[in-house]
């Protein structure tokens, strides 16, 4: 299955031609041409443009620019043109705009100025998203529909009457009635027993800290209200487009919206990615990213927006080093991207991303990064055959949103210093080195067939969630602080691990955080040490072996690590997991997809006849690999076999044929 | 005079049977019984449980609760359930909720969610007080009274308009004219002349430093507007049930109340305490807050709440190693506590404090916590006897909100690193460490009959207090930036130290703060050197002898520590006070109550026929301390004479018969 | 050109009688004739005291001020006493406070409480004006009025809808439509087209990023808007007393206001100045604002507000060291000023301030600090010769208001580490150090005669700033990140250097921040090496010698620094501009006033017959000077010739003769 109906892989970036004169746009697409580009975003921003006036359009100069790009064998990628409502809209209907949790109406200046909760928000939207489907719906240009810009980038909440109207019908189809909500909201703690709906606001400002329960669901809340959002835009599209897949652009692992719920409602994930160059781990952050954008649909997705050199809202924008914007756009397909696309097209030279890079910077086809641009675009040429190509894991990690936001619980929790994405991280970063595929999966997914399952932290498990885990067959590693809480945020009977004690074998007798630079120690069962920080357990082994045993300190020879069957617990977050992963790994049969050295990322996609193996050097010296098998370059052409050299942020992609494979 | 009617010391804690189903009360009653707890505090969040709807009362769930531990010999320390404000009210009355000084209305969510000066949130505390009293009153479980919780915990302050006329108000009684509040408030500065009370507000957010005596009246007002909420209360329950006793919870040394005033209009002193366990020095500041807790009334108090373990509102919340439970509830029986409470008796499993420690932990009665807490209840026991014992200090440091407040004016003071609770520190933490008895005294006190008094600081000081330091016939010290304002925060005639000029001796030519980091280096007599942080003064020597001279750095030569007959004046912050502690207790003829080595604390009670010698080791390894008389470990039973080995984290209660005192 | 009608040099301070009984008065003028004060500056803040109710007066207390004054030989620096608008006037007029970017209309109890484009506040200080102007014109204290005070200190922006009225006024004014207006903001970029003004408003708090050119347009509109305040007062005086000097007391150099633009509207500018006595090189940083006053309108200045020693709103408060206040008022006059005047006279015993330090300290006139105001006093009128004399500087400092708050803009640029004043200090303290006198310049100014002229930064340059430039015949230094925007704030075609791409040589093929707490590393053509921090650049190399080259890195051997001709461009921020600076000096034959060793400041008045040669030792030693030519130091009455040693904190002013001087 394709993306869309371009073939090969996509090559292009946002275009925003109403920000150059006409005459401009001609060059632009000669240049498009020239580099290669194959699709353009699109009317992003474009709302104002096209409605200058309640009702009145103007879509002369959109009609040119579409038709402009299809004579140059340019696709669209056309938003619904509605992240930015337009400023007669915000000043007709004031409460348009979101209210912050200290009650200030936001104004406008900036974008995605709106209330998610505004009924004539959505109305305009739904208006403005209908008129775009009828006049390009059959335009040759159209590739995909792209709708709004970035949920959440600066709006993913409002406290607004409206926000707190909905939130109450939103609760009240949750819980049916008042008395359903005081259960699970635990009103009786701290005198907060309600009786009536309307008496139920948005977790705004308060004298301390709020109820958790209304936290979680608050959380909840907001990410539905903004997918009801899209859904309303969708639902339009699919009624006049049928056949036009749509998309939104997800912004990475990000804890404001449940991805595993939006990208269902999506015929398409695409992604907008900004690894910052100034990190020399950031390729391994992004890695866990495009494996989730993967996972979401268990098939390629799209690269929608990367920048092609520095951005610009960092309070320090270090630029990609030479090589680096080629190595990470193929880093993006060796995870199953089936295109690169960037921000943006043109550099602006006006509005707050005009320092932002782009393929053509403000220094023109003399620059160096217009050599870039093109380089990039014939490597993606001779990269055409890998689209539609899937990727296959043994290994998948648990990221479960629900847990994400009762961790960040503020004020109310063992410790605030557990993030569920450096609690993956802890788990990803290992498994990357190793060159091993790893999928993401939902606690409700099916994990069949897996040979190792890692669920970093549960914080919050049902007990449906709980017996997935154990009827599941493979190997599966459980982190701390799990089998906590229920979907209301209630701690289950008997504490922690909840539902999974059977499983797990042990019972969590007391949470012991460290304070932030303290440790302690564990030591395994072959004598060696591992450092432990922010977390311990104090455990009571019901059935379990126990792997490793603090060494020192108050919890002196009690149990850290243990193991019950298949199923092996930490109760304590270690420096570094290798040797527990080492051991599971071997335990599992999971193996690498190539043994490479540090600094080298191994990764590979399948296709009907050939497997691609990417070998992306994100060191600043060259590496040497050995080859399990011969294959071809499809980067340079060559032929090899044994061992390749790898320059400085210099890849390989190995096109092994099928009858090589056994 | 005992603290209730109740024999023997109290044991007990915050009991919420209306966040549990009704068959899980009676294991509770019986649980309480096996443990050996008397007490339960009850019914401080359950307004809304109580009174669901205005003035439908539901009073069936607490009778029975009341009814039970009644049956099981548990008293109830039953709280009028003022603490939260129910839904209903915060809807029909917007503004019960408080503002804060941006002019943001604080919704409902969290708890104590009220403006103190609102009427109708005082008419109906009222009005539940009375029912409550009414209801309650004769009930045989009932003990003691317990008004709202932790005041000012979360709201201190509000700036509502209804906030504004009752401080103008509370102004117009103090200053009678707006020519008196022109005066005191000093409004020829920066132009501020008000020809009306009604041109006056509180100190809501302005364009830069507001007028330090607007915000000192500020904090007078905000303390007494909570109070006034407190004897509204009061005064129902003195009229109901007279001979029942009324307590209110504070929360340890805090800056926001002014406590002396506060346990005037109560009963009995109970307190909140909560020692970060992670902090190894924590519970010397736990003995200053104890010390105050005893000297506010001079008579045994009530440890109300404490965490058995972790609690759950720090960023980490480090729980207290083995032992550290027990040793701390020695600590306040020996700082003059008639009983040891918790938060809570059954920890929660929903709300904000769910991972807050609880005498019955979420593990239940396999936990550890549920052995600490039978073990305690035998230690409380084998106690019983020293209920009602007074302690003895020749002792006293002086505390003062006016001056606390003083100092604590944004943006106007010379340092802004001056916070008096850190200058008592320094005083009372090598005075805890020789094992010194010291009370808190006000400077309005009288302090006939104290061997040593040392005033750390009297930033505001008048002429009243300083005559009565000039009567006193004990030896005195001063610390830095005393006497330097009245009532009004007008710096006094001369400069500091103002009306104790005569007194020591000296005169304030220049304050000379240090800036952070730096140091200066003062000598002493015998040639020893004391590093200096904060704060030094360029003192002139009227009529004092000098102890000690700066040496090097701007002030080199100059005086840094005076005499004048008894009294002693540092005009500057040492790194450690020892070197003229030591050297003024020797002169005083003051005694510890033991000779102890580091890390033991030693304190005494004194009853009718013997005395009690508390040794508490906070040390991780044993400590052995000499004993001056022989006496019997009421914890042990053991006969102990000469020397005594104390187990880290360990403890031992002498009882010294009145015959060996001599 | 005398400053004001008093002959030789003005000292003097705030004197605030009105929050004294008046019997005090008698003493201060005694006192201030016996120090030699010849100017008070007075009513700053007295507008709640002399218009007490609306429209009623009270000037009886002022009228005998000013009389006493008068007969005791003391001139008035006379306020307008608009600084404070009284409480009668917001109580009646709420909506004369400023309101901030979140809503938040701000309250009472500070100073300068006013929204500037408020009519109602305006008409009232045009009223009082008015009244004073008539009253004290001709009264024969007045020297000089004084308008407001500190204009920007608190209040440099309002957000209110009045606010937005009157800048969408300014906005229509010079974008003469809503097209221009959409032109110039580049409201393209992110869907901001607006359709008519009444849709445009100040950049309140929005949900991400705003509009950089509306933040621009915004700065300059701040800046217009109080300007206007001034002016409206500034009229009124200059028609009622047409021969009086008016000024309002800027705050040294500060982002806040265009000072070139207000200056013109000036008749003499004189300044605010708090160096940080705990800062030990805050000297220099004092010397580069008084060479800005000095510029602002190319004559003496006068230095209205300095404190004597500590001032009471840092954190921390140091005062000033033994002779520093008698050496930085000399430094004062070094740099041009014709007085040295203090905040304040009497140290106020109330209110923010009580604790800055004044010329008669709370200790009066046995404090050290009385002694010296005695002594500064002498010193003055030992010096009084040199009122009236000017300064001629080689070089000059480019400082524009809208580079720096282009630079400023949040969120959008590629680093946030671009402050212009610090980009001036790092070339202005190795000139300072070297004893070469500095003026400063705007862009817009006439570069005639300079012999180098240093653009630290030129981030926002016109075209004909950069013809300006091209047609300077002197010697040039231009910063890195120059070039870039024009006065919309749009990159130049090509961008950067933009306009200055032909002067340069060099064209920027893109920025290259540095992350925070790197460094790279230059390498110069005589080998030595110099470190960068914070920025750099990849410079293509137009047309123009490399002066040194990057080593190591991804910039390794990348042009670095370049000259073509007389112009040499930095495209990088050096630790030490030394290297650089050295080398074009020495070219453009510029020489210091004198040779002066590390610590020792050396500036030059000059005279009708004779100049003036201040040498200024800020160390803490003592230093030798060799002195070019003998001269007679008027401090001392001493005749120097070939050597000097000055004190720790010494100073010595050598008039030298103009015969001399060959």
């Known amino acids: 299955m394709q993306l869309t109906r ?44 096209l409605e200058p006036r309640p009702g009145a359009y103007d879509f002369g100069w959109l009609d040119r620019v579409l038709d402009l790009l ?32 200290n009650g200030t109406l936001l104004d406008f200046g900036s974008r995605q100025g709106y209330c998610p909760s505004s009924p004539v928000f959505r109305a305009a939207t739904a208006r403005l998203a209908r008129v775009m489907a009828q006049r390009y719906g059959q335009h040759p240009a159209l590739a995909m529909w792209h709708i709004s810009n970035e949920y959440a980038d600066h709006t993913l909440e409002c406290f607004c009457d409206e926000s707190a109207r909905h939130f109450r019908t939103w609760l009240a189809d ?38 958790p329960t209304q936290l979680l669901d608050w959380r909840r809340f907001c990410s539905d209200a903004l997918l009801e959002c899209f859904e309303v835009e969708r639902a339009i599209l699919r009624e006049v487009t049928p056949d036009v897949p ?9 804890p404001g919206l449940d991805y595993w719920k939006w990208a269902a409602a999506e015929d398409l994930v695409s992604d907008d990615a900004y690894p910052d160059p100034a990190d020399p781990t950031s390729h391994v952050g992004a890695a866990l990213s495009y494996d989730l954008m993967r996972s979401l649909k268990d098939r390629p997705w799209l ?33 199953g991207a089936d295109g690169v696309m960037f921000f943006q097209w043109r550099q602006a030279v006006y509005g707050p991303e005009k320092f932002h890079s782009a393929l053509l910077p403000h220094a023109g086809v003399r620059s160096r990064g217009w050599q870039d641009t093109l380089r990039l675009g014939k490597d993606l040429e001779k990269l055409a055959e890998i689209a539609g190509t899937r990727t296959a894991a043994d290994v998948a990690l648990v990221l479960d949103w629900d847990s994400w936001w ?37 606690p409700d997914h099916d994990l069949t067939g897996r040979r190792l399952v890692i669920a970093p932290n549960l914080y919050l498990c049902t007990a449906e969630q709980a017996a997935r885990l154990a009827a599941f067959d493979g190997h599966l590693i459980v982190g701390p602080f799990s089998g906590v809480v229920d979907t209301a945020d209630h701690v289950h009977p008997g504490g922690a691990p909840g539902p999974l004690r059977e499983l797990l074998g042990v019972s969590v007798d007391e949470f012991r955080p460290i304070p932030d630079g303290a440790t302690e120690t564990v030591r395994h069962a072959d004598a060696s040490t ?43 977050l270690l420096d570094d997991v290798s040797p527990v992963l080492s051991d599971v790994l071997t335990r599992a ?71 090589g494979e056994k």
Chains 1, 2, 3 share one sequence.
């Not at 292009?12 to 290669?36: I, S, T």
């Not at 819980?175 to 005081?182: C, F, M, V, W």
């Not at 749509?246 to 990000?254: A, G, H, K």
Request: one cysteine or more; hydrophobic letters at 45%; glycine letters at 8%.
């Open 174 to 211: 949750r819980y049916a009635s008042i008395d359903g909500l005081d259960a699970a909201w635990g009103t009786s703690c701290w005198g907060q027993h309600y009786t009536a709906f309307d008496q139920v606001n948005p977790p705004r400002k308060a004298p301390g800290p709020i109820n």
């Open 530 to 572: 591992s450092t432990v920080r922010r977390w311990t357990e104090w455990l009571a082994v019901d059935d379990a072996s126990v792997l490793a045993r603090y060494r020192g300190g108050d919890l002196d020879g009690q149990a850290a690590i243990t193991r019950r069957g298949r199923v092996t617990y930490l109760g304590c």
């Open 70 to 101: 299809h004579e140059h064998g340019i696709a669209a990628d056309l938003a619904t043109a509605t992240a930015t409502p337009p400023p007669w809209l915000i000043r007709e209907h004031p409460h348009v705009r979101p209210v912050d949790a």
């Open 589 to 659: 049969g999971v193996h690498p997809v190539a043994d490479v050295p540090p600094g080298v990322e191994a990764c590979r996609r399948d296709g009907a006849d050939a497997h691609y193996l990417f070998l992306l050097n994100h060191g600043t010296t060259a590496a040497s690999v050995t080859l399990r098998e011969p294959g071809r370059d499809l980067l340079t052409g060559r032929d090899l076999r044994d061992r390749v050299e790898i320059g400085p942020r210099d890849a390989v992609v190995l096109r092994i044929a099928q009858e």
């Open 246 to 254: 749509v998309t939104t652009n997800f912004m990475s692992i990000l």
């Open 406 to 442: 009762g961790l960040a619980a503020p004020e109310s929790m063992p410790s605030a210093r557990l993030d569920l994405k450096d609690l993956l991280a802890a788990w990803y970063a290992p498994l990357h080195a190793r060159g091993i595929a790893v999928d993401l999966v939902s």
């Open 6 to 49: 371009i073939p090969g892989l996509l090559f292009g970036g946002d275009y925003n031609p109403e920000q150059w004169p006409e005459e401009v746009w001609a060059q632009d697409a000669k240049l498009m041409a020239e580099a290669g580009v194959n699709i353009a975003t699109v009317a992003v921003f474009s709302w104002s443009r």
């Open 303 to 335: 690269l929608l927006e990367q920048a092609p050199s520095a951005v610009s809202w960092r309070a320090v924008n270090v630029p990609k080093p030479a090589g680096m914007m080629r190595l990470h756009s193929l880093q993006a397909l060796a995870h």
